[in-house]
């Protein structure tokens, strides 16, 4: 699976941008869709992930701002950043994990760097 990331860029705080990242080559029927962030000096930590039955999962930090979407057709998944704050500020990663009988099979995109700034 190759996963390629889009939509990162420059935004002030309160702003707003939509990350898309598009999943090709052997795609699971079971599988789960999602991003990662990392900081400057921090580990990388998740935002937010979504199954391919529309079951999702945030952080605590993304929860009310930040809204994950898949279009299963074209193997897309997005990412809806709203109310943007200094502490948004990563790369993000898009992270695809395929399941089948009884194994998964992870993959990472290259990220797409957010910077929130005023």
């Known amino acids: 699976v190759q996963l390629q990331a889009s939509g990162g860029g420059l935004v002030q705080p309160g702003g707003s941008l939509r990350l898309s990242c598009a999943a090709s080559?052997?795609?699971?029927?079971?599988?789960?869709m999602g991003w990662y962030r990392q900081a400057p000096g921090k580990q990388r930590e998740l935002v937010a992930v979504?199954?391919?039955?529309?079951?999702?999962n945030y952080a605590d930090s993304a929860k009310g701002r930040f809204t994950i979407s898949r279009d299963n057709a074209k193997n897309l998944v997005y990412l809806q950043m709203n109310n943007l704050k200094l502490e948004d500020t990563a790369v993000y990663y898009c992270?695809?994990?395929?399941?089948?009988?009884?194994?998964?099979?992870?993959?990472w995109g290259q990220g797409t760097l957010v910077t929130v700034s005023s």
């Open positions: 979504i199954t391919s039955s529309d079951t999702t």
């Open positions: 080559g052997t795609i699971f029927s079971i599988n789960v």
């Open positions: 992270n695809y994990i395929g399941k089948s009988r009884g194994y998964e099979y992870v993959y």
